[in-house]
């Protein structure tokens, strides 16, 4: 089962990392969960520490994972290690057993020290690690992480917590502090050392590591070995052992996977009816940026869906609310960033929605592996533009797996579908009784007007999904009907002038307000400004279209002056809305004015200085 042998030797090191390559096998579904993994060897096999064997014991463990296999061994050795690992193979369990074994709890001395990314992630592995040290007396571990109040962590580590876990940022504070020595660590272990680096953490780990002592153990762990990774073990790292279990087939078994071409501009319509049909009992929608992270979590939200969203900027405390409220089952649906969610492990997840496509096979692979964890099976669906082809056919190499096409809910399909699931209640809600009121007032309704009781049980389960019957069709129905080949002109900056506004749907009319994309106004901001302050729902409001400098809004019917004038003093980025009827160009008259032209993606004007792009460049230290 596994092949020993030299790693190929970097040409600008002196010593190369021995290689262990395995097979993949089944992933644990987080640190402290037992692997199913095919016949092999046994935590029997491994020379753990009496305490460590009982945890193990008591927490399920039989077969390690196979990282953990390869991992454990060297490491209780006192070799340094590499271990090349997706998440969600048992990595934390990996190094944090032996990193447990090398420790000395009559000690009250920092001796152990595990950098990660995220907030997220530090708090897991901390818990991983202290279920793993239940049977460990006098041994403490704390979580160093931004977002929390310090009073707590300086207490920990003034008690004499041998075990750190944190984020190299709050990390470095408590070093600048004085409140964390490192020259008594023993282990030192980065954990997914690639989004370290990507996040910008490159020379805070720098600073860290050469504030311990030289002759301590090194173990880094990550799901890709770029260049920047490279450089780190040949600084920090001494004669490695380097594991690699194969990053892509075992982490995606259990996840149907399928795509689904969709314009940009209708995704968040085609998100949603996606949603309200799958029956998984939770989702994550991974997007790539902050902004877009709450302009499609809002845009959820108006359409009745239970969602909220996180990304880097959001309070520790608010995402350990709603990463509980999504544990809890309070939470339908979650909009995350990647650096958001990694380390994220809830087992009620099983839909995982791609908004765009991933730019690295790796990320497609980090996302996915949301779901389909503790032995469930798990969906995962791409958004893809009609030009993205290529994109996906990437993935599909990286992963060898092939993406089945998926056919996006209908606006028919949705109201079926939430139908179907209040008529499964019936049976039981006749049962409990107490119907006598209905059955008179409805018997009275079908003698008064002649009505055929089928159709108006019809009328009531339309009236009670939300459907309205024919009238202005939705963006929803306008995807569902249109040709792909008209419908991306969103994704390639082709949009035309003010002339190609769409018409003025039948009982709507057309508003226009003081607030354009270069104010930052976005669909979701509008919506909430109008609504709140007109007194309207989120179903009045119609097509959108920002430009430049202004919107322009259809709103069902129209507003009184007492609306608009309250509507007017809302705020959108800073600016007041402004609302007042479309007149179009010049009251109709004239020519075009500047601010007429909806804004292309290929506009220069308001990113003159650039644009920082992360994944196109490696990581340094600050060039000033």
């Known amino acids: 089962m596994t092949d020993v042998s030299p790693a190929p030797e970097p040409s600008t090191t002196d010593s190369a990392p021995t290689e262990q390559t395995v097979a993949p096998e089944a992933p644990t579904d987080s640190a402290a969960a037992a692997p199913e993994a095919p016949a092999g060897p046994s935590f029997d096999d491994i020379a753990l520490p009496a305490p460590l064997r009982r945890a193990v014991d008591e927490l399920g463990f039989t077969t390690p994972s196979a990282i953990q296999a390869q991992a454990i061994p060297p490491l209780l050795e006192g070799r340094d290690v590499i271990g090349v690992a997706q998440t969600g193979t048992g990595k934390t369990a990996a190094f944090g057993l032996p990193l447990l074994a090398a420790i000395d709890p009559s000690l009250r001395e920092v001796q152990a020290l595990v950098l990660a990314p995220t907030r997220e992630l530090a708090m897991q592995v901390a818990d991983a690690i202290s279920s793993f040290a239940t049977s460990i007396g006098g041994l403490d571990v704390v979580a160093l992480y931004g977002g929390s109040p310090y009073g707590p962590q300086e207490r920990a580590l003034a008690r004499g917590a041998q075990v750190v876990v944190g984020t190299p940022g709050r990390v470095m504070d408590h070093m600048r502090r004085t409140n964390l020595r490192l020259d008594t660590i023993r282990v030192a272990v980065l954990d997914e050392a690639d989004e370290m680096l990507r996040m910008g953490f490159a020379e805070d780990v720098e600073e860290i590591l050469s504030h311990s002592p030289a002759e301590r153990q090194v173990a880094l762990f990550s799901a890709t070995m770029p260049s920047a990774i490279q450089r780190v073990a040949q600084t920090h790292m001494k004669d490695p052992v380097r594991v690699s279990v194969s990053p892509q087939s075992s982490t995606v078994k259990s996840v149907r996977q399928t795509y689904a071409v969709v314009p940009f501009r209708h995704r968040t319509g085609a998100l949603a009816r996606v949603l309200a049909t799958s029956d998984a009992e939770a989702a994550i929608v991974f997007v790539r940026t902050r902004a877009a992270a709450e302009e499609v979590g809002s845009s959820l939200i108006a359409r009745g869906l239970i969602a909220a969203s996180i990304s880097g900027d959001v309070p520790q405390k608010d995402r350990e609310k709603i990463v509980e409220r999504l544990r809890d089952g309070s939470l339908q649906v979650l909009v995350a960033t990647d650096v958001a969610a990694r380390g994220l492990d809830v087992e009620r997840i099983g839909l995982v929605v791609n908004f765009d496509v991933p730019k690295e096979a790796e990320s497609y692979v980090h996302r996915i592996g949301r779901t389909g964890r503790a032995g469930r099976s798990g969906e995962a669906l791409t958004f893809i533009g009609p030009h993205e082809r290529r994109q996906l056919k990437n993935i599909e190499r990286a992963t060898k797996q092939t993406l089945a096409e998926a056919v996006i809910p209908s606006p028919r399909d949705v109201s079926k579908h939430r139908l179907a699931a209040q008529l499964t209640q019936v049976p039981e809600r006749i049962e409990r009784g107490r119907l006598d009121l209905y059955r008179e007032l409805i018997g009275e309704f079908v003698a008064e007007n002649g009505l055929d ?93 920002i430009f430049p400098n202004f919107a322009l809004v259809q709103i069902r019917g129209s507003l009184s002056p007492e609306q608009m004038e309250r509507i007017s003093r809302a705020k959108v980025g800073g600016r007041e809305l402004r609302i007042g009827p479309d007149q179009g160009p010049r009251g109709g008259k004239g020519p075009r004015r500047d601010g007429d032209r909806p804004f292309r993606r290929d506009d220069r004007s308001s990113d003159r200085g650039g644009r920082y792009d992360s994944k196109r460049r490696p990581f340094r230290r600050n060039e000033g």
């Open 453 to 545: 009781p089928l159709e108006l049980a019809a009328a009531l389960g339309a009236m009670s999904v939300g459907d309205e019957g024919p009238g202005a069709p939705s963006e929803e129905e306008e995807f569902t009907s249109a040709k792909l080949a008209g419908e991306d002109r969103h994704e390639r900056g082709d949009r035309g002038h003010r002339g190609d506004a769409p018409t003025t749907e039948r009982g709507y009319t057309s508003y226009k307000v003081g607030v354009g994309h270069t104010h930052g106004a976005r669909p979701p901001g509008i919506v909430g400004a109008i609504t709140g302050e007109g007194g309207l729902h989120g179903k009045d409001i119609g097509k959108i279209q």
